[in-house]
């Protein structure tokens, strides 16, 4: 339902609409409630749970690693990038638990946002979720898994063309290169337009259809996980990388060490400090557990929110962490941090230089041969299927919610009439991230977007300070852990780590800072094309 012209305007909270200052102020949240009872509650605490789960794992913890390695060139500094990463995922999480349990909505953090610092802010989150983050993401997992159906099946590959329009040439703006991509439908994006139209489709007949299959797949790629980091701690060890890696742990990690880092694309080459370098470092390592959040955009689907919302948060991404950190171990116990890049073995390469950077599949490689190459692909597989069901899931009631407010394509907000699922903002999402999938630019757009989601989430955990401000009263059936001081340090430690991305890494930030600030026209055109009155009062 979208609110007409003669609706009034949103009450800012703190200021009743009755003169009595006992009666609450009225939030869209409260006027927006009936509309979320059409969707059925379907999610309980498990499948909650592996939606968190299953939404982080993707591809990145088996390749991210080897780039991580070569930026901080030290195994101490390796944990540690993967340490402050756990970190701040746990103490995000623990943040929205409050307001995922305070406001159980479709839209999650859209809905945050929105309420705590105006409908522009929950705009601008929701457009730059649509244009870049969540459709880009599905893209590129969906991609990866092409990649990794390729090694089963070396037809599909991403020069393998079916059709080729043309290859956009670099274009150079100061230190960002833009374009330099082919434009066109391969086999390997093929594959992955194949994988992102079927799980659309999936999600449309029925939430618990959706969540069976996340659970599934989700289970099975923790499994793979686990067993990789029992059996790498404790069976594949190799006594050479051993005493390399934790013989000299704390080489290169001192807080007085200096590391080499190139600003922008052929920029110089500059010497910073330990600190900076761990920031640098976190482009790779927090994307790689990004999407924690996006079970809060299914708030509105789940059983007993208030409960297993905060739960669902904290148990998975706290199991999610240690797995990260578990692998990581793997990885020094089986391979040399430093390697030579043209090494005619697996161990020559070492972490720095696995072929590709497919530390995952080279480790077990090392381990057990071609065959425990083989079994690490389609362990990605499974988690690159599973990864693409949660985001597909998740992202498309964002949209829904922000078709709600009028911000969207009015027939977004409608359901499915007897699945009563999101099925026309699956559909347009589907159909976005296709277009993505043969523009060949997502890779881009997803380098382009660690810097702006770090913002949202910061803007957001501000907003968490600002509704207890500005509506003390409200009812909070979970107060988040820590409060105010570990909120306030992952503010802090977000805002060092973008000021230190935009100084020394500005082909990743600014792009993403410009797609963010287009929003902006595009919120006040679409306010007025839809005639509401959407400024906060």
């Known amino acids: 339902m979208h609110r007409g012209r003669g609706r009034p305007r949103r009450a800012n909270f703190g200021s009743p609409l009755s003169t009595d200052t006992k009666t609450p102020a009225v939030s869209d949240w409260d006027i927006h409630a ?3 009872k059409e969707l059925v509650k379907g999610l309980g605490l498990t499948s909650a749970t592996m939606l968190v789960m299953g939404s982080m794992i993707g591809s990145g913890i088996f390749i991210v690693s080897s780039e991580i390695s070569r930026e901080v060139d030290s195994p101490a500094l390796l944990i540690g990038a993967w340490l402050v990463t756990g970190f701040m995922t746990i103490v995000g999480a623990l943040s929205y638990g409050e307001l995922a349990a305070m406001m159980p909505r479709a839209g999650g953090q859209y809905v945050y946002l929105r309420e705590a610092l105006g409908p522009l802010w929950g705009f601008l989150y929701g457009w730059t979720l649509f244009l870049v983050i969540q459709t880009g993401t599905i893209a590129a997992v969906g991609v990866a898994f092409g990649k990794f159906l390729g090694i089963f099946l070396p037809s599909i590959s991403s020069s393998n063309w079916i059709v080729h329009f043309w290859k956009v040439p670099p274009i150079h703006i100061g230190p960002m290169v833009l374009g330099n991509m082919d434009v066109g439908l391969n086999t390997q994006n093929f594959v992955a337009i194949l994988v992102v139209v079927a799980l659309s489709v999936i999600n449309v007949f029925g939430l618990k259809t959706g969540a069976l299959i996340q659970n599934i797949f989700t289970f099975a790629k923790v499994s793979a996980l686990l067993g990789l980091g029992l059996v790498g701690l404790f069976i594949g060890r190799n006594a050479q990388a051993v005493a390399a890696n934790f013989g ?20 110089p080459i500059v010497m910073v400090g330990t600190l900076t370098i761990l920031a640098v470092a976190q482009t790779g390592s927090l994307f790689s557990a990004d999407a924690w959040n996006n079970v809060t955009f299914t708030a509105a689907e789940v059983k007993n929110p208030n409960r297993n919302l905060p739960l669902s948060l904290a148990l998975g991404t706290g199991v999610v ?9 793997v990885y020094l116990n ?3 941090l430093d390697g030579v890049a043209n090494g005619a073995t697996i161990f020559e390469r070492g972490i720095k230089y696995a072929s590709e950077e ?13 065959t425990g190459g083989l079994l690490m692909a389609f362990a990605i597989l499974l988690s690159s299927f599973g990864c693409d069901n949660g985001l597909i899931l998740a992202g498309a009631r964002v949209y829904y919610a922000m078709a709600k407010d009028g911000l969207f394509f009015r027939s977004v907000a409608k359901l499915h009439p007897k699945y009563k699922t999101p099925a026309v903002s699956l559909m347009v999402q589907m159909v976005w991230t296709c277009v993505l999938c043969v523009s060949g630019s997502y890779g881009q757009l997803l380098d382009y977007i660690v810097f702006a989601v770090l913002v949202f989430y910061i803007l957001t955990i501000v907003g968490l ?9 409200a009812e909070r059936p979970y107060r988040a852990i820590g409060y105010p001081v570990l909120p306030a340090v992952y503010i802090v430690m ?6 230190v991305l935009l100084r020394y890494k500005p ?8 797609i963010v600030l287009l929003g902006i026209p595009v919120y006040f055109l679409w306010s007025r094309r839809t005639g509401d009155t959407l400024t906060s009062a």
């Open 34 to 36: 009936h509309q979320d």
């Open 494 to 499: 977000a805002l060092f780590i973008d000021v």
């Open 465 to 473: 300070f600002v509704l207890r401000r500005t509506r003390p009263n």
């Open 334 to 336: 089986v391979l040399p």
């Open 248 to 267: 000299n742990f704390w080489h290169n990690a001192g807080l007085s060490a200096q590391h080499a880092v190139q600003v922008g694309v052929g920029g």
């Open 321 to 329: 962490i240690t797995l990260y950190l578990a692998c990581n171990f």
């Open 507 to 514: 082909q990743f930030t600014w792009p993403g800072l410009i």
């Open 358 to 370: 497919r530390i995952g599949t080279a480790v077990m490689t090392q381990m057990f041969g071609s």
